[in-house]
């Protein structure tokens, strides 16, 4: 990816020549400008994504950390069991 984030670089698995598209392109299809055939233009995570995730997990840990200690091993095991059943939810969309 360049720097600046407003654009996205692909390489074309026909020809290899390397080219460039706007953000907006991320999961989808672009034309090579050498072969003309179509390319995917793969999505990526972005920073705020891990950012907003590495947020969740600490929120998540402090909530089990919280429960283990009012509520003992089977409190703080249903919550730990619930927070890793979100965040497994959560990166099976992405």
């Known amino acids: 990816m360049s720097f600046g984030n407003s654009q996205v670089d692909v390489q074309c698995p026909h020809c290899h020549i390397t080219f ?18 179509a390319v995917p233009v793969l999505h990526g995570f972005d920073f705020l ?36 059943a979100l965040f497994a939810l959560v990166l099976s969309f992405t």
């Open 49 to 84: 994504f891990w950012l907003l995730i590495a947020g969740g997990v600490a929120v998540s840990l402090f909530f089990v950390i919280l429960a283990f200690l009012v509520y003992g091993f089977l409190g703080g095991g249903i919550v730990l069991g619930v927070c890793v």
């Open 20 to 37: 460039f598209v706007p953000v907006s392109m991320k999961g989808g299809l672009a034309n090579c400008p050498d072969c003309q055939k």
